[in-house]
């Protein structure tokens, strides 16, 4: 009965929903953050890619991978000053403005190297490693491993902390470790695995002791102990064999696999630049053909997808 009598006096309507349009609306947070794009352009190219198997009238894989393209070029473009290796945190009102945190380059090689699974296309990856080495440059512990979260060039800044706990948003070094286990399995840099396993180090007593705190440092310990296959598809883009090969690596879950499409020629011989093992591969008999290969070692290449299958089943 209060709030209606005022309500009265002030001769509005007395239902709060209509007071509350009343009030002076908050202020809009529209700015455009590095981290969280990166973390929705993983999620829509794993989309894209995994529910191409999918079938249903109402998925738009082209729809999400557009999406996931669109923000990849817009970070790019708006955010990274590749003449002086910097990536920035934040975008508003056309302005691109402070220095990039570690999550900021983890969550965005994250979201880089989800893509290159879903496109094929290398260029995902070469800025994957860039971004990748000057995160390494700039916030990693060479004495204890792990990343911090700040440069400590800031004298703002008293203490450089390393977060180690996967909240909301994953910590830096969590998705650092994942990354590097696939960049490692791509690329086979030495130096990639040694700081995996330096951070899981140094991480490994937390995860022995509260595991369900940091959920990705745990997905990236199980990644690390199982071991990621390379499963390359060389075939041309949108041949029916290709995408039968394509759609029966999707279908099944495959958390420690990465995907590479190779169409034969001029992209063959890009992505050989970044990953040389890929480079002799070739098509069996004029058919799209699957390699699944450990450790740069692969098994006899199949050209049909139950083939690939039976493969993908028995090297597990």
């Not at 990039?100 to 800025?127: H, K, M, T, V």
């Not at 994957?128 to 204890?144: G, I, P, T």
């Not at 509260?210 to 310990?221: D, F, Q």
């Not at 069996?284 to 390699?291: I, K, L, P, V």
């Amino acid at each position: 009965m209060v709030w209606k009598r005022i309500a009265v006096q002030v001769g509005c309507d007395s239902s709060p929903s209509a007071a509350r349009l009343r009030r002076p609306r908050p202020r809009l947070d529209d700015k455009v953050l590095t981290a969280w794009n990166g973390l929705m352009i993983a999620a829509f190219a794993r989309a894209a890619r995994v529910l191409e198997a999918g079938t249903t009238a109402t998925v738009d894989r082209e729809a999400w991978l557009r999406a996931a393209r669109r923000s990849a070029a817009f970070l790019e473009n708006a955010m990274w000053d590749r003449d002086r290796a910097v990536l920035r945190r934040r975008y508003r009102q056309g302005e691109a403005a402070v220095e990039a945190y570690a999550e900021d380059y983890a969550d965005l090689i994250f979201g880089l190297i989800e893509l290159f699974q879903a496109d094929g296309d290398p260029s995902r990856l070469e800025w994957a490693l860039a971004l990748q080495q000057r995160q390494d440059d700039l916030f990693w512990d060479s004495e204890d491993g792990g990343w911090y979260s700040t440069t400590g060039q800031d004298p703002t800044v008293l203490l450089r902390l390393k977060d180690d706990y996967d909240g909301a948003e994953p910590s830096a070094s969590s998705v650092s470790v994942l990354n590097l286990l696939a960049l490692a399995h791509l690329t086979g840099d030495a130096s990639f695995f040694r700081k995996i396993e330096r951070t899981l180090e140094t991480f490994g007593p937390g995860l022995g002791q509260s595991a369900r705190a940091v959920p990705m440092m745990m997905a990236a310990l199980s990644a690390y102990h199982a071991g990621i296959r390379q499963v390359v598809i060389v075939g041309p883009q949108g041949r029916d064999d290709t995408l039968d090969l394509t759609r029966e690596f999707a279908a099944s879950y495959q958390p420690f696999s990465i995907l590479v499409a190779v169409e034969p020629g001029a992209h063959q011989d890009r992505v050989a630049r970044v990953l040389p093992f890929v480079a002799p591969m070739q098509m069996r008999d004029g058919r799209a053909t699957a390699y699944v290969c450990r450790h740069f070692t692969c098994e006899q290449p199949v050209t049909g997808a139950d083939d690939l299958r039976q493969r993908l089943a028995e090297t597990r």
